[in-house]
């Protein structure tokens, strides 16, 4: 991604050195560190607010999708050290924090685990703990592609993806319609099934061609 920024003009080339100084300083201001959502070969890593971000806007309106997950970190508060100054609230990114009577309550299913409220904690209440149970991250963009299809009922523009036939037009209404149902989208979304799916879509001529798609 940045060779291709760098090589349109988009984008100057900076050394390791100054992307660390940058990095640090993003921190600093409080912003939220966003990798593309994928485990292997990670493109991009970008620096957002909750104010401007795109994706941050979309998860503060529609909640947790295979776009952002949360990371393996929740947000906690030890009720006796706070102060009720409400710097973690006003510091979240997503709302995940509210102030009820004088004291902040974190929204579990919100929280992205980020860490900005345990950063910018004047009395050291807020800290950081491990979730129960991981989310989800996907391996690869295949993967990440497909399951943001299932996220959004739009499986049948995965699969049928060439807008000028007929069939395709007609399959990715029916499929679309179809993933809509819980059982269906379950099924999708349950590992041991789309991890076949999705090694049989690699050996096909269209995603060997597309390239990029799996490490």
Do not use: W
């Amino acid at each position: 991604m940045a060779e291709y920024l760098v090589r349109h003009g988009i984008a100057r080339k900076i050394s390791r050195a100054e992307a660390k100084r940058i990095l640090d300083d993003c921190v600093e201001r409080g912003l939220v560190q966003i990798a593309d959502n994928k485990k292997n070969q990670p493109a991009i890593i970008c620096n957002c607010c909750g104010c401007c971000c795109d994706m941050l806007l979309a998860y503060k309106r529609l909640g947790v999708s295979h776009t952002i997950n949360p990371s393996n970190f929740i947000s906690t508060i030890t009720v006796e050290d706070c102060n009720g100054c409400g710097v973690c609230e006003s510091r979240c990114p997503v709302d995940a924090i509210a102030m009820i009577n004088d004291r902040p309550v974190i929204n579990e299913v919100i929280c992205l685990g980020c860490g900005v409220c345990a950063r910018f904690c004047p009395t050291g209440a807020c800290r950081m703990g491990m979730r129960e149970e991981k989310p989800l991250v996907p391996d690869t963009m295949l993967e990440k592609l497909f399951l943001g299809s299932v996220h959004q009922g739009k499986t049948g523009n995965f699969i049928f993806d060439e807008p000028g036939r007929l069939t395709h037009r007609l399959m990715r209404e029916v499929l679309n319609a179809v993933v809509k149902i819980p059982p269906v989208r379950n099924l999708l979304t349950d590992r041991r099934f789309y991890n076949r799916f999705l090694r049989y879509l690699e050996k096909t001529e269209k995603y060997e061609k597309a390239g990029g798609l799996s490490p």
